[in-house]
């Protein structure tokens, strides 16, 4: 029975013994030393601006762009947009007997949440509608670099002041009682011409309106711009909930002796926002590589993004006898603002930060991964306190260090600032812009990292 509990206390003894001395990954450290964390501050990250890549815009419908925005620094931006009209609710639709009688009829363009971006105080603006002269495919996708065609004649527009977060009061009408006037949530409400409203809806044959596709490769739809020349200021870029618009017609129905005032309400089907990007000298510099300033632009709606040249990670460590002695226990990207670029137009509320595959294809960072339990803290919201932006890529610069991953290039851009998931694609739907500093200057972009020497 003694021998038993001494072999039995040995073996113990011995897997304690053997279980101490394994590492693992070059972790394990003897007992009686001490994890002390190093510091590097390592700012030779090399950032270049680069024009983003086009990005489908025919499937926006709760914010769509409409823009003509001079910023001062990054230049001239306009969006417009371009969207079938079907029938009421894209159904079969039979016109009411009697005699009718047009009183108004009104594009209404309800805004999106946070529905402006620029000069909301000085800019008025002027909305232009006109008949587009080309179709729009409803099952095909078009990108923001498409520019599509439309009749010289303008069927409406509306002279206004960007008001995003003003609700408007207007007269609703009621059947068979007093119009009553009620308030609607911020809008822009653009008088059409009854004339056009006339010729194609209410003169239109009946077997053309029972069929929605007909009317609509009929109709072609709507294109809508702001007026460049009726834009003083340096504008701004509206967002508008195009699920929720429609050219609502106001008109009176008279049937014998009986006068009935009405209303229909037609539907906007597929949009398609164009956006085009008309850059300052100094962001061509900056494109071109020839600018002297060091400064990197960020811009959504598909606009500017900056391609992050990392440092050779295993140099950084030949202090330490290589990168094989040594594990990373944080790596932290800081990405801040030029202090001068932060009014009188807000930084981009988000950025995101992904890599290319060897395909060349957007891919999430190891840190970002969905499976990755790092992914709530990896960061990209702007700091107003700090003017910064910061990125947890521990995971990422690890696998770079032991050769696990390739960087075939690494990219930091605006991205929407309400997603709850990492979106990789370009901005459509955010004009917010950011402006870096790429060099020569205390505010580049830097990596902090702490990391542990380990013993082998």
Not at 97 to 122: E, M, N, R
Not at 313 to 342: C, Q, Y
Request: with cysteine.
């Amino acid at each position: 029975m003694k021998f038993y509990k001494l072999g039995l206390l040995t073996l113990l003894i011995s897997l304690f013994i053997l279980n101490s001395c394994k590492t693992q990954d070059g972790i394990g450290l003897d007992p009686a030393t001490p994890i002390a964390g190093k510091l590097i501050a390592d700012t030779s990250i090399l950032a270049t601006t680069v024009k983003e890549d086009s990005v489908i815009t025919s499937g926006l419908s709760s914010r769509v762009p409409l823009s003509y925005f001079k910023d001062p620094e990054f230049g001239t931006t306009e969006t417009n947009i371009a969207a079938i009209l079907s029938t009421p609710g894209a159904t079969a639709y039979t016109l009411p007997s009697g005699t009718i009688t047009i009183d108004s009829a009104s594009l209404i363009l309800p805004y999106a949440t946070d529905g402006f971006y620029g000069d909301s105080l000085l800019s008025t603006y002027k909305i232009d509608v006109r008949q587009l002269s080309e179709r729009i495919v409803a099952t095909k996708s078009y990108y923001n670099t498409k520019h599509f065609q439309s009749y010289s004649d303008i069927i409406g527009s509306k002279t206004f002041l960007a008001r995003a977060h003003d609700t408007l009061k207007i007269l609703s009408i009621v059947k068979g009682g007093p119009d009553t006037l009620i308030k609607v949530k911020p809008q822009v409400r653009i008088p059409i011409d009854p004339g056009f409203i006339n010729q194609h809806f209410f003169l239109v044959a009946q077997t053309v309106l029972s069929n929605p596709v007909i009317y609509e490769n009929q109709m072609n739809g709507l294109y809508i711009s702001l007026d460049k020349n009726q834009t003083p200021g340096v504008g701004g870029n509206m967002y508008f909930n195009l699920d929720s618009a429609a050219l609502t017609i106001y008109y009176k129905n008279i049937n014998g002796s009986t006068t009935d005032t009405a209303s229909v309400s037609l539907s906007l089907g597929r949009k398609v926002a164009e956006i085009k990007h008309t850059y300052s000298a100094n962001v061509q510099a900056a494109l071109d590589n020839t600018s002297t300033k060091g400064l990197v632009y960020l811009q959504g709606l598909a606009g500017l993004r900056a391609k992050l040249t990392l440092p050779d990670v295993k140099s950084i460590f030949a202090s330490e006898g290589g990168s094989d002695n040594v594990v990373l226990n944080r790596a932290e990207l800081i990405v801040k603002v030029d202090p001068g670029s932060t009014t009188p137009f807000a930084p981009s509320k988000r950025l995101t930060l992904y890599k290319y595959d060897i395909a060349h294809q957007r891919t999430t960072l190891q840190d970002a991964s969905s499976t990755d339990p790092r992914a709530s803290n990896f960061g990209g919201a702007y700091n107003a306190a700090t003017g910064e932006y910061h990125f947890i890529i521990t995971a990422y610069l690890q696998d770079l260090l032991r050769g696990k991953t390739v960087d075939y290039g690494t990219f930091l851009a605006p991205v929407n600032p309400t997603g709850t998931t990492i979106d990789l694609t370009p901005a459509s739907t955010y004009a917010d812009r950011s402006i870096i500093v790429g060099k020569n200057s205390p505010y580049r972009v830097k990596l902090n990292i702490i990391y542990t020497k380990i013993n082998q």
